[in-house]
């Protein structure tokens, strides 16, 4: 018996509601945040980070994608819940069962602060005909939450010009500029990271990301930030006067709306603009609907973020360098867990010089727990640490200096040949990729199949993108830049820039079995330009070895031999000075060219 | 002094119009056309089959894209005409032309019957502000052209079952259910492939392509065609008839459009249906702008059309493997040109069984002709063969039973080592792609990179997509499936489907020296079915030898040799029996392995 779901479903039948939707999500839009918003986990038990409920008096159903799908089935409450796997075949998509689950003038309830204006528009157009009621100013959950955590607000700190390489001023002469371009002249700017770039602000209000809560709208002539009076330090508060922002309470940007221009020609990304926000703007203020001109913004790193991000990478590199040292020699020796060699790496990260902690939750599965693309080691799950199979860690740091992400999966003792060539297969496909040259204009989707190809040639897949933008002392998933191969409805195909920085990371998952992933940073680079145009390429970021006790040479190509061989040499130089001597002897070996007796 | 030109601009200020639009098409944007139809070569000279012509009252501008950039300096009139590089930098585009040349309240003129509804709206999207007048009613070319070439409509035919695969009734039925779930009570098809698919006709109205001219209008209950009496053979009436089809005189459509009822929902592919018929349907008409069902329908082949299709393969193989026999054995040993060669291998292809001519007018480029895209040598450029070099041949058919396009680069005599380099860089893009294994949902845009490859590596690009799909009996350059790089804007992208034939045709085109391409037909086809989902990959459906006289093992990998060889190996067993003993003989040494000395 689920508590909260039955209190939850009493609730709704008060308010004659046919369903209620919980999608995992902030006002912001955020992919992580506060524990005060984890609502599906609350009633659902499933903490995936990409899940949407639907509740009706007789159902209740969990969709999740599948990085998640064995997750969920271990965690989620399945007495209750009945999983839907996105994109699995005769799945519907959570409109498609509401469109069918929702009586004629039936009632749907949710949370408006939840609910982008994009998504709300999709609602609309799957229940049209059906004259559905949607009913989105309560938050029916925080009323069944007796013990909801609260949200506490941290105060927030100067990103300074020599770590953000551009002033507040020109970041926002530039947005300006954008906008008028497009005919604006008000814009509202929800998403957290884009705001914390756009002020050169850091705060600490979402996990493992230094962000801080903040609405902002600029017009033509003002910029008004939205914040709570905690973020608000005195050298804060201090800087931001003399850039001439108008700060306000983080909760009046409802009633701020209300007082734009009613000719107001306002900017807003719906994707990433709450719907209660748009329903407060005055209704004669036209809506223009475009992506934050921020976020491209953010994403083409300037010269001083890609030197101080390459420093950062050295740190991190030096961390895992460490850590892959430590792991390998003492495996067998003492006892090991998931949890606890998560805490010997996170141990090294936080020695390295002006570390702030994660940029997520570092993902540590062993044998089976690997092939669960998202996991994360709880005690109930910690498994032990044996000198045999794969060991996946997936994490990352903060520092002054930049975000990292980096994935190694680790050869613990002895594997089997498949493992080997599934092993080589994604260290394959990451090699490939990082060293493919391409002209201007191509995007993620014309390059994706470089690092699926040895995984489709095994007929296996991952069911996932390869790749996504990182943020630079911000989030570790950004956009607008992607490796997949699926296009994303709605959504603009975005070239791969100069400047950008792209992860690389393919991957094996077998279900109850083990799972593999090699993930690298990329920094796309000019290349060659002539008459054919300006070819560009990727430069590797992530200075970690590849795990060589789990290649075998006899399933590459020599080229792909080389490339292995040329990433580790250039590991081996970027880090050696870096290291004790005892440190640097290893590494070497760990680096060793490897397929030349051929 | 461009006589022509002068008369125009006459006219032109006659009417107050301050620039005159030409672009290349017929009144059903067809790619190819009828002499009738070439007003851009005739008063530029240049007889590329893209281009676009501005005149101003001082200016003449001449748009063509990459495929076209030197022939299109070789042939027009370079003293009254500037070129304009489509995707250049630095080159505005038509529209952004004329929305700098035009003056506010200016006038634009042009001949709507050529001009796409698309087009229109792009026009009047960049022109809006401008408050430009567009006079759209009068084909001012056909003023100036004295001895413009008439049409003569040419008697159709049936394609009868056994061919076809599929009957008219059954398209019909399936066009209907497709309308009816985007709620169009009407349907305008003017494409003419689309309309000889759908009735399972063919004709002689288009050079090189077996088409009718006609228009279509299907409603829920009836179907409507609009052909030339010319085109009403006995038994085409009849078979017609028995379809229950109302047969028009061409010319009645614009007349018919008015009669729709004024509720009607009409569907047009908007890319393909000429502005003036829009102009002529009741105002209060829905439009429903979509893709033409057909065009999908069409490009998935049935099992009959497939099996047809293959065997028409054997044939062109056979016809190109005794030319390429011919040629390397006789050049230099007797006088041959590109156009008395290209006359050869027509001969070859016309005693074929159920050959109907060729599928496009022969490209035979020797040396820097070849560096031309879309070369088609005439007398006064027809180039004498000798034995070095390459020449470039891109040749089809037109069979009862399919229709072909190949292409293959020809070694011959001595070649630079460079030379060898590109030949077998074009080698490996083709074969790379043709090897290519995906799962469902891939379209063109994922896979293009393989074919690219080789070329980017060497810093070169081919300025043009690698492929396109292929008609039966049909436009030799079909949609909606094609491997690019670039999104073309508005275009939906489009799986891979099984059942698509496409054509793989990477290459290099150094102007003023050399051209390579090589060009086979591929058959998507169902591989493995498993937990991922559905693998694809391709059937090579094309059967020729690749110029081993051109390949350099040195720059291949073990696979792309393993794919060459293979490819040969299946060359040679699926023509074998349909040679004699001399031509079989030669083609095992043509097809010989390479590479296993190493």
Not at 108 to 125: A, M, N, P, T, W
Not at 437 to 447: D, H, V, Y
């Amino acid at each position: 018996m689920n508590q909260p779901l039955e209190q939850l479903r009493v609730l709704m039948k008060e308010r004659s509601m046919d369903a209620y939707l919980i999608p995992s999500s902030d006002y912001h839009q955020s992919e992580y945040f506060d524990a005060h918003f984890e609502t599906t986990r609350f009633l659902s038990h499933f903490s995936g980070e990409a899940c949407t409920l639907v509740i009706t008096p007789d159902q209740a159903l969990l969709w999740t994608d599948g990085r998640f799908f064995v997750q969920a089935e271990e965690q989620m409450d399945t007495e209750n819940f009945q999983l839907c796997r996105m994109g699995m075949e005769g799945v519907p998509t959570v409109e498609e069962y509401l469109a069918q689950a929702l009586p004629e003038g039936g009632c749907l309830g949710f949370d408006g602060r939840i609910i982008s204006i994009r998504y709300l528009h999709k609602l609309k157009e799957m229940l049209k005909g059906k004259n559905v009621r949607l009913a989105w100013g309560e938050d029916l959950v925080d009323q069944v939450w007796t013990d909801r955590p609260a949200l506490k607000p941290q105060p927030a700190f100067v990103h300074e010009l020599n770590y953000a390489g551009k002033s507040r001023e020109e970041k926002l002469a530039e947005l300006r500029a954008e906008m008028k371009k497009l005919g604006a002249t008000a814009h509202i700017l929800t998403s957290l990271d884009d705001e914390a770039w756009l002020f050169n602000i850091r705060g600490n209000d979402v996990p493992c990301t230094p962000l801080v809560f903040s609405y902002t709208v600029v017009t033509e002539e003002e910029t008004h930030l939205f914040l709570y009076p905690e973020a608000l330090t005195e050298t804060v508060q201090k800087s931001l006067d003399e850039s001439h922002v108008v700060l306000h309470d983080y909760s009046d940007i409802y009633d701020f709306l209300e007082t734009l221009p009613r000719d107001a020609a306002v900017l807003v990304d719906e994707k990433r603009v709450n719907m209660a926000l748009a329903g407060h703007l005055p209704e004669s203020c036209r809506l223009i609907s475009g992506d934050n001109p921020t976020t491209l913004a953010k994403a083409i790193k300037n010269d001083t973020e890609i030197k101080n991000l390459i420093h950062c990478h050295i740190k991190d590199g030096v961390a895992m360098v460490r850590f892959m040292r430590w792991l390998k020699s003492h495996i067998g020796k003492e006892p090991m867990t998931e949890i606890s060699a998560s805490d010997v790496l996170e141990q090294y990260r936080r020695e390295q010089n002006e570390n702030l902690g994660l940029s997520f939750s570092t993902i540590a599965g062993y044998g089976p727990h690997g092939a669960m693309m998202h996991y994360m080691a709880v005690p109930e799950t910690d498994a032990e640490l044996h000198p045999e199979g794969f060991l996946l860690v997936d994490s990352g740091g903060q520092y002054m200096d930049g975000t990292t992400d980096i994935t190694r999966t680790f050869v613990l003792g002895p594997i089997s040949q498949e493992q080997k060539q599934h092993f080589t297969a994604v260290a394959r496909g990451m090699l490939n990729l990082a060293n493919a040259r391409f002209l201007e204009g191509c995007c993620g989707l014309n390059l994706d199949y470089l690092a699926r190809e040895p995984m489709w040639e095994l007929g296996i897949d991952y069911r996932c993108g390869t790749g996504h933008g990182v943020g630079y002392l911000l989030s570790v998933h950004e956009g607008p830049q992607s490796f997949r191969w699926k296009e994303r409805p709605g959504e603009k195909l975005c070239p791969l820039v100069p400047g950008m920085v792209i992860t690389d990371e393919p991957g094996i998952y077998l279900d109850y079995r083990y799972g593999i992933r090699t993930e690298n940073e990329l920094l796309c680079v000019r290349d060659e330009k002539n008459e054919y145009g300006q070819f560009l390429r990727f430069r590797n970021i992530t200075y970690c070895p590849i795990d060589l006790d789990g290649i075998d040479t006899q399933y590459m190509s020599p080229r792909e031999i080389r490339y292995l061989n040329d990433y580790h040499s250039m590991v081996y130089e970027t880090l050696r000075d870096y290291l004790t001597p005892d440190e640097a002897e290893w590494l070497k070996e760990a680096t060793r060219p490897v397929g030349l007796e051929k």
